[in-house]
Nanobody
Framework: QLQASGGGLVQAGGSLRLSCVAS????????EGWFRQVPGKEREFVAA????????YYADSVKGRFTISRDNAENAVYLEMNSLKPEDTAVYYC?????????????????WGQGTLVTVSS
């Protein structure tokens, strides 16, 4: 089970840090990802961090502004979001996949959190 938190309302140019805590064992064997979804649109990839070596991947739209990290001791993955833009407004979901490859495809991720809303005002 994944529990996401940290969303909220922020002005453009501001920052937020999302957290996702996983229950269960062997967290370090799971690749972790963040996706986001705007009503009426498909869920899209934001970032991923690999289980094996911590390699990270980012969508072009967030590269240089967002940072994904993980703390295996805390069973947690984080998304640090800086220089936020109104177009970053969405519900953000964390996802996990056992020995995952960090895919950008929604269907490749098996476990999902409940989502946390991020609203960026202009």
């Amino acid at each position: 089970q994944l529990q996401a938190s940290g969303g909220g309302l922020v002005q453009a140019g501001g920052s937020l840090r999302l957290s996702c805590v996983a229950s269960g064992r062997f967290f370090s064997d799971y690749s972790e990802g963040w996706f986001r979804q705007v009503p009426g649109k498909e869920r899209e990839f934001v970032a991923a961090i690999m289980w094996l070596d911590g390699t990270t991947y980012y969508a072009d739209s967030v590269k240089g502004r967002f940072t994904i990290s993980r703390d295996n001791a805390e069973n947690a993955v984080y998304l640090e979001m800086n220089s936020l833009k109104p177009e970053d407004t969405a519900v953000y979901y964390c996802a996990a996949d056992l020995y995952g490859l960090g895919s950008r495809r929604v269907d490749d991720w098996k476990y999902w959190g409940q989502g946390t809303l991020v609203t960026v005002s202009s």
